[in-house]
């Protein structure tokens, strides 16, 4: 009975041993994980970030979306652990206020990165100077599938610098510069790479300032590419100038099935000059004429002539 009593007792110390060494384990982990700033939702990353230069992602932190937020210098933290192996996908930084510093930032960790495929920076001040860095980002990286760059303010010059990575990248399909200002010029731009590019599937150019002359040129060299399936051209003042390139375009293009010309000041003659092409174009689905110089009597007429998806 003594022995088993006090084998009893050996026992039961050893387990305390054992439990009070695992919880030091636990503790130890527990207290470098809140050193490096390991956190397990993306509403503690923005917490933890705040200026820890220790910051590296958990590994179920996939997708991180914040707006309004005046992140500031904290990119900088954010594009550091960035340039370490994790398992982040999407990143949405919308109002952030973070400019070209901040961008230039980003683009130092998307030359290392491999991960990353979706990059939102709507309304966040980059400038030309920041679409200076995200052309050089993008000359090198080959993840980046997405990048949104909605109400930047890039100008016609860092509409080229976007467009001289196009003519490399083969990676990027989805590209958002509406409101960028980028202009006839701008335009231009986007036209010698859309003849070099066969990645890019969507493109948005919705309030730019392209104009007649503009329109004109992008549907020249859409002529020659074959993998864009979506332009996006609402509000660009094209006229009905602009609607006999639509026309010209329509009758040869074998890729695009979405168009989207909404406020363009296009008048009736000219939206049926359109839809002539549609006689012979077999691969448009989608039409956006909504807001347009279009009587009712015509749209009545259009819609009868055409089977496929009408917005007027």
């Known amino acids: 009975k003594e022995e088993k009593k006090k084998r009893r007792k050996e026992e039961k110390k050893k387990r305390r041993k054992e439990e009070k060494k695992k919880r030091r384990k636990e503790e130890k982990k527990r207290k470098k994980e809140e050193k490096k700033g390991l956190v397990k939702t993306p509403e503690e990353v923005l917490e933890a970030i705040q200026g820890n230069k220790n910051f590296v992602f958990e590994e179920n932190i996939t997708k991180l979306k914040y707006g309004f937020k005046e992140m500031g210098g904290n990119v900088r933290v954010l594009a550091e652990a960035l340039k370490v192996p994790n398992k982040v996908t999407t990143i949405d930084l919308w109002s952030n206020n973070i400019g070209d510093r901040g961008t230039m930032y980003l683009c130092s960790a998307l030359k290392l990165n491999s991960t990353l495929t979706t990059l939102h920076l709507l309304h966040n001040n980059i400038g030309e100077n920041g679409a200076m860095f995200l052309s050089e980002a993008l000359m090198i990286n080959n993840t980046i599938t997405t990048l949104g760059l909605w109400g930047n303010n890039i100008g016609e010059n860092g509409a080229i610098f976007i467009c001289e990575a196009l003519k490399v990248n083969t990676?990027?399909?989805?590209?958002?510069?509406?409101?960028?200002?980028?202009?006839?010029?701008?335009?231009?731009?986007?036209?010698?790479?859309?003849?070099?590019?066969?990645?890019?599937?969507?493109?948005?150019?919705?309030?730019?300032?392209?104009?007649?002359?503009?329109?004109?040129?992008i549907c020249e060299a859409l002529k020659e590419n074959n993998t864009l399936t979506y332009l996006g051209l609402d509000k660009n003042h094209i006229g009905d100038g602009g609607a006999i390139s639509i026309h010209e375009l329509l009758k040869v293009n074998t890729s695009l099935l979405s168009l989207s010309l909404q406020n363009n000041d296009i008048g009736d003659n000219r939206a049926i000059y359109i839809f002539k092409a549609l006689k012979i174009n077999n691969t448009l689905t989608t039409l956006d004429l909504w807001g347009n110089n279009i009587n009712d009597d015509t749209k009545t007429t259009l819609r009868a002539t055409w089977n496929g998806k009408l917005f007027m």
């Open 171 to 217: 990676t990027l399909t989805y590209l958002n510069l509406l409101r960028n200002n980028i202009g006839e010029n701008g335009a231009i731009s986007i036209c010698e790479a859309l003849k070099l590019n066969n990645a890019l599937k969507t493109l948005n150019l919705t309030s730019n300032n392209i104009g007649e002359n503009g329109i004109s040129e």
